[in-house]
């Protein structure tokens, strides 16, 4: 892990209507970091999540990529966003596209890349994850877990500089669980940048490098993930992890 930071989010808020999600959060992701974000449900995790890339447009604040601040009307947003890979609960494929079409498509039209070597990184990307013997099977004849690494493997592709992924192994049958978590690992090992909601509290701790724990739309508590789940100080953490753990 380097020092440098890659977001910086700077007294964001949030409201749908007159109900105040986020309250005034800061935080910053060091490049390098895997960072944990856990807590209840309702808290405001993936609504967190969608404001890092502006999936959610902020009420205020400011969420800073790179230094540049990403609620600015004048940033073309697009361009940053190639460089924030997202995956979600549950991936939306397109179901007529072969498994590598499906890959190379955000790239060749986004980032114009050559068709043969988006194809190439694919293949390479495929067989990372263990994927490569399906690359030309449709996305509907993928099990679950092979469907949420492919999901994995799409954003990769556009070379992200920071993965987001919001509980990404909730939706899977638990025998599945396991081969996409080691492929968070594997990634996180590689010194990819991580911010991940999850319900996975082994990895949590096993992987990542600081957790945040969010509650009522604020990170209520925060540290190493060792700090963390060892002397969790604040009483919701300690009342939630009493229940997850
Ligand atoms: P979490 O991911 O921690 O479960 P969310 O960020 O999904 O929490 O939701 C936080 C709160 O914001 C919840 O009360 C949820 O109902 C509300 N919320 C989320 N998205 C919307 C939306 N698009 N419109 C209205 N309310 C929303
Ligand atoms: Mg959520």
Redesign the pocket.
Known sequence: MNGNSLIEVKNLNKS??D?P?LKNINETINEGEVVSII????????????CLNLL?QPSSGKVLFEGVNLTDKRVHLDKHRQKIGMVFQLFNMFTHLKVIDNITLTPILQKKVPKKEAEKKACELLERVGLLDKKDSYPGTLSGGQKQRLAIVRALAMEPKVMLF??PTSALDPEMVKEVLDVIKDLADRGMTIVI?THEMNFAKEVSDRVLF?AD?VIQEKGSARDFFNNPTHPRTIEFLSKVL
Do not use: A, N, Y
């Open positions: 749908f209507g109900f999600v807590g209840p449900s309702g808290s405001g995790k993936s609504t967190f999540l969608r959610e919001d509980e909601v969010m739309g």
